[in-house]
């Protein structure tokens, strides 16, 4: 799943971004609104890692959410 899907879809991956990275907030996911970037950086800050740790994480949960779509259609 490209990051322009993750963003069109963002309201029904909260859940799993939630399950992933549960030290983000209702309210953080919310400002994300499915931007990479802000993202990565509220990884960031909720969990003291690096950039590089972080976007990790991020295509990591990508992939995962790929496969469950894939799964589900």
Do not use: F
Request: charged share 35%.
């Amino acid at each position: 799943m490209n990051w322009e899907q993750v963003e069109s879809k963002w309201k029904q991956l909260t859940g799993s971004a939630k399950e992933n990275w549960s030290k983000l907030t209702d309210d953080d996911l919310a400002q994300i609104s499915g931007k990479r970037e802000h993202l990565a950086g509220k990884i960031q800050e909720a969990y003291g890692i690096t950039r590089r740790e972080a976007d990790k994480q991020i295509w990591d949960w990508g992939k995962t959410v790929e496969n469950i779509r894939r799964t589900i259609a």
